[in-house]
């Protein structure tokens, strides 16, 4: 069948979601996602399927809004949440990604044609770091792509809809679904994940390689475990129906409770994706889909200004090619055509892309002067949130005074015990051991210049594929 309509499946029923208006839930996902009334529509935002489990623990009483879902701010302490993943384990709440169903004869051919990666070997039950760009070569969506069948496919990914926008424009025997209202996504991450998962599931995760995945049940309930390490290390995803979320969701945390295990609050979400060197939609570039109708779901200035010292008056000076935020392992130009592999091939001619992401590690008596405007007489500098702000916020970087770069995802590592953030720089700046200047502060407010080592990334040892803590 040539794909040009979404189908929608039944939501889960009203006994599972108490909190929910489930009526409301289902009108609110069909306009949300109906491609002839936009692929989002401001609306009251759902809980997550786990909402029972995560209300009872949620100290905070706090929650933050993450485009269809709200999820707790903070469980305990930030500090301890975001330390967790190297300590012991924690799980988080991913649900909030948009989740997109590809099945049909041509669905491998249609993937690789919007994608940079080298689909040849990819396997049942394995996933991929998948990158889409435009025809000027930037990122236009980038998330994980699963083969759960011959030729069935799911894409998750805040941007996914480009994919879904690039199924529409050709003939293709393909059938795309949306099914993020329908679908948890809980990561358990740190060295003492592997040992709470097995004895969740009664499963040896031994033999799961980093990739993998495979299909688990839980009494009756049906779950895939997938081999993932957003934060670098030892790592794994759940996925599964929403009608189970509370029910997945509190048995991790039951089982995990003599590990240690902690439950992860946005407020400490993505300090992992910063200290793996992972560069993020919209916190670290933004998506060149921005201004088409397969936009990410909630564009970076739907809610709020961008922040920080930098100028940006124009969206597209975020925009990236894979390379630029090293992405250079999904980029395969000699295996297929894809959209975009014409710039790309020109910026590897070019001797590669003009600029690199580095990491940034900043001066903590810099650092000081900034907080200590809070406690002096003149103008006070905006203090940092920490461990970050979870915008957009970008900040200018100098070399002898001159704007070189930027700088985005500033945050404090609890495990570093430093501040760092990524850094955008041009090549002949993109060096380890060098020195630059970050102007803090927004633009036209008070700012202060803070010191900062250039330095390679990740910012810690890349571990993700162990298997065993």
């Given at each position: 069948m040539v794909a040009n309509s979404t189908t929608r499946r039944e939501m889960p029923a009203a006994e599972q979601h108490p909190l929910l208006d489930v009526e409301r839930y289902k009108q609110d996902w069909s306009a949300a996602t109906d491609p002839q009334k936009g692929f989002y529509l401001e609306r009251t935002p759902l809980f997550s399927s786990a909402a029972a489990a995560q209300d009872a623990a949620n100290s905070s009483r706090m929650l933050w809004s993450w485009a269809p879902i709200w999820l707790p701010w903070e469980y305990t302490s930030w500090l301890e949440e975001a330390r967790s993943f190297h300590d012991t384990a924690y799980i988080g709440d991913w649900s909030g990604i948009v989740k997109i169903r590809f099945r049909g004869a041509d669905a491998l051919k249609f993937l690789s044609f919007i994608g940079t990666n080298n689909l040849q070997k990819f396997g049942i039950n394995q996933a991929k770091h998948h990158v889409q760009v435009n025809e000027a070569g930037k990122i236009a969506s980038q998330g994980l792509l699963y083969r759960v069948g011959e030729e069935d496919?799911?894409?998750?990914?805040?941007?996914?809809?480009?994919?879904?926008?690039?199924?529409?424009?050709?003939?293709?025997?393909?059938?795309?679904?949306?099914?993020?209202?329908?679908?948890?996504?809980?990561?358990?991450?740190?060295?003492?994940?592997?040992?709470?998962?097995?004895?969740?599931?009664?499963?040896?995760?031994?033999?799961?390689?980093?990739?993998?995945?495979?299909?688990?049940?839980?009494?009756?309930?049906?779950?895939?475990?997938?081999?993932?390490g957003i934060t670098g290390e030892l790592g794994y995803e759940l996925h599964g129906s929403t009608r189970f979320g509370n029910l997945v969701w509190s048995k991790v945390v039951a089982a995990g409770a003599a590990h240690g295990i902690k439950q992860l609050g946005v407020r400490s979400q993505i300090v992992s994706h910063v200290e793996a060197g992972i560069a993020t939609n919209d916190r670290d570039f933004i998506s060149a889909a921005v201004n088409t109708p397969g936009a990410p779901l909630i564009p970076p200035t739907a809610r709020s200004r961008i922040l920080g010292s930098y100028e940006l008056d124009d969206s597209s000076l975020l925009f990236r090619t894979p390379s630029e935020v090293n992405f250079f392992r999904q980029v395969s130009l000699d295996s297929h055509d894809f959209i975009g592999r014409d710039a790309l091939a020109a910026e590897q001619r070019a001797g590669g892309p003009?600029?690199?992401?580095?990491?940034?590690?900043?001066?903590?008596?810099?650092?000081?002067?900034?907080?200590?405007?809070?406690?002096?007489?003149?103008?006070?500098?905006?203090?940092?949130?920490?461990?970050?702000?979870?915008?957009?916020?970008?900040?200018?970087?100098?070399?002898?005074?001159?704007?070189?770069?930027?700088?985005?995802?500033?945050?404090?590592?609890?495990?570093?015990?430093?501040?760092?953030?990524?850094?955008?720089?041009?090549?002949?700046?993109?060096?380890?051991?060098?020195i630059v200047t970050i102007v803090w502060g927004n633009r036209g407010e008070a700012q202060r210049e803070v010191r900062a080592e250039v330095v390679e990334l990740p910012f810690k040892p890349d571990v993700r594929r162990i298997t065993s803590p």
């Open positions: 496919f799911l894409y998750t990914g805040n941007s996914a809809y480009w994919a879904f926008h690039q199924l529409k424009q050709g003939k293709w025997n393909v059938d795309a679904e949306i099914e993020s209202a329908e679908h948890f996504v809980f990561s358990v991450q740190g060295p003492m994940s592997r040992v709470i998962l097995e004895e969740v599931f009664a499963s040896d995760l031994g033999s799961l390689r980093f990739n993998d995945s495979f299909l688990v049940e839980l009494g009756d309930v049906e779950v895939r475990i997938v081999r993932t003009a600029r690199r992401l580095m990491g940034l590690i900043w001066n903590k008596k810099d650092l000081l002067d900034v907080y200590a405007t809070l406690f002096e007489e003149g103008p006070i500098v905006s203090p940092m949130d920490l461990p970050r702000f979870l915008g957009l916020s970008v900040d200018k970087v100098l070399s002898s005074g001159n704007v070189i770069g930027c700088s985005t995802s500033r945050v404090y590592s609890p495990y570093l015990r430093s501040m760092i953030s990524l850094g955008h720089l041009p090549r002949e700046h993109a060096e380890a051991g060098g």
